[in-house]
């Protein structure tokens, strides 16, 4: 997820047929992700997103305020621009796959491939793999009811079968769980692991929360949103103003 590149051990399903193949998605499952994004976009198009919000940014004792603004096109494509008090960050992820970050103006600096698996636009749930249903390459499968936090929700796996793969490296590190509000089908959070530059083999618990959802151009938005890493926020974000479809161009994806 966004500090982590953000940008980000399959259960058998309740609802899973016997003998099913484990690599197919259940019903069950890719029904709540339909539904979930039908609730949040009415069925309309939505090409690209941009969001202006108040940041805090919290790492230990460091604690910084300021603004943000935080834009994605389709479902390869982010960028988040940060101007806070100890100075100013921007992050891409990029329709070839990959991603970088840039410090007070300096110049960009790569992140590592593993962790530019999950999804680009980590903060706008509409663009994000829950709403891949068609594509037979991500893998749909439902988990459990279960409490996240202080919301009931539908908590369902999504990862992307990966050719060139047979130890599943990749899958796993581009597996997501989603977590839906039972009563609205609205995400509530987006949960996979991170991991530092140098080893993909360890894992760090990443998620992003999502709250305060309000309509926009027919759009539903969530206007509270957090990263969190390892149960702790590391970023809040309170947005100000959300624009969609405003025609975002592939050359705003890219640092210097």
């Not at 997103?49 to 805090?56: E, H, K, Q, S």
């Not at 890493?229 to 890219?254: E, K, Q, R």
């Amino acid at each position: 997820m966004f500090r982590l590149a953000v940008a980000v051990s399959l259960l058998t399903s309740a609802v899973c047929a016997v003998g099913q193949n484990p690599q197919s998605s259940d019903p069950f499952a890719v029904s709540l992700a339909q539904k979930s994004v039908a609730a949040l976009t009415g069925r309309l198009p939505v090409a690209d997103v941009t969001l202006n919000a108040d940041v805090i940014s919290i790492y230990g004792s460091d604690n910084e305020t300021g603004t943000g603004t935080f834009k994605a096109k389709g479902f390869a494509e982010s960028r988040v621009d940060m101007s806070l008090s100890g100075g100013t960050r921007s992050d891409v992820r990029t329709a070839a796959g990959g991603g970088a970050w840039s410090a007070n103006g300096a110049a960009a600096h790569p992140y590592a491939g593993h962790n530019c698996r999950t999804d680009a636009a980590w903060f706008f749930p509409v663009l994000s793999a829950l709403a891949v249903t068609a594509n037979p390459n991500f893998i749909f499968k439902y988990i459990a009811q279960e409490q996240h936090g202080s919301v009931s929700t539908q908590h369902i796996r999504i990862f992307q079968i990966v050719p060139n793969d047979p130890a599943g490296i990749l899958q796993r590190l581009g597996t997501e769980d989603v977590y839906l509000d039972l009563s609205s089908g609205l995400p509530v959070a987006v949960a996979f692991k991170s991991h530092p530059d140098n080893d993909l083999n360890t894992d760090i618990d990443t998620e992003a929360r999502f709250a305060n959802y309000q309509a926009v151009s027919g759009i539903l938005i969530p206007f509270h949103f957090q990263e969190m890493i390892n149960g702790s926020v590391v970023l809040d974000v309170i947005v100000t103003s959300a624009a969609v479809n405003t025609g975002l161009v592939d050359s705003l994806f890219t640092l210097p």
